[in-house]
């Protein structure tokens, strides 16, 4: 049962334009959500978080929106440029700091 | 700093054969954690640690195993390689608390044949 979960695997769009991803989560004792970005042949880098305590956190061009009614989140990227063009995953914490259950990605083009 | 530093970049390995993944970090990290990553899916947890001395088993613990020795590393053991545990390996670090994001490494590409 895959507990957080990317439907999209991948989405492009126009530079300049919204990218939304988005995220939703089957785990009710999840509180604390990061998404982070991976370029080919790198590690994972974070990009912005969201405590469950809120439901929008804001950092430059990105925003992460969750709605714990729907278990649901998203990261807005405004507006979007082409060195965005990367993996983006989704990851859900509980109290316990080991247990990063991460999505499976969406893969995201930014057009020039 | 070099944050979280992974050897060897990669390594082809035949059935059977064993080897060691070393994971360092320079932060003064408590937590240390080893993921696997597979074509089209996300990012799986093997093991990981709290503290020095200290392991526990993730999603995927099977066929694997780990150590800290040390806080500043952590190491991934395969004893016996099988064709399924070809994948890329990462490593991470943070600080303790569920708030607080991971430092990956830049991984470890294994292929086993």
């Known amino acids: 049962d895959q507990q957080v979960k990317q439907n999209s695997p991948s989405l492009s769009v126009q530079e300049g334009r919204i990218s939304i991803l988005n995220c939703d989560y089957t785990n009710s004792m999840f509180d604390y959500f990061l998404w982070y970005k991976k370029y080919p042949a790198e590690g994972p880098t974070f990009l912005i978080s969201?405590?469950?305590?809120?439901d929008k956190n804001e950092d430059g061009r990105f925003t992460v929106f969750l709605n714990k009614s729907a278990k649901h989140l998203s990261l807005h990227i405004v507006p979007s440029q082409p060195g965005d063009s990367a993996v983006y995953f989704c990851?859900?914490?509980?109290?316990?700091?080991?247990?990063?259950?991460f999505g499976d990605g969406t893969t995201l083009t930014v057009k020039p | 700093n070099a944050g979280v530093t992974q050897t060897p970049k990669f390594r082809v390995l035949k059935t059977g054969q064993s080897m060691t993944l070393l994971c360092a970090q320079d932060?003064?990290?408590?937590?240390m954690y080893w993921y696997r990553q597979d074509p089209g899916m996300g990012l799986r947890l093997i093991h990981y640690s709290v503290g020095e001395g200290t392991t526990a088993k993730g999603e995927v613990p099977d066929g694997y195993n780990v150590s800290r020795l040390k806080k500043q590393n952590f190491l991934l053991g395969l004893e016996s390689a099988a064709p399924s545990q070809t994948s890329v390996y990462f490593c991470?670090?943070?600080?303790?608390?569920?708030?607080?994001?991971?430092?990956f490494g830049p991984g470890t590409r294994l292929t086993v044949l």
């Open positions: 990851a859900a914490r509980g109290a316990r700091a080991g247990k990063s259950t």
């Open positions: 932060m003064n990290h408590e937590y």
């Open positions: 969201i405590s469950s305590i809120k």
């Open positions: 991470a670090s943070s600080y303790p608390g569920s708030h607080n994001e991971q430092f």
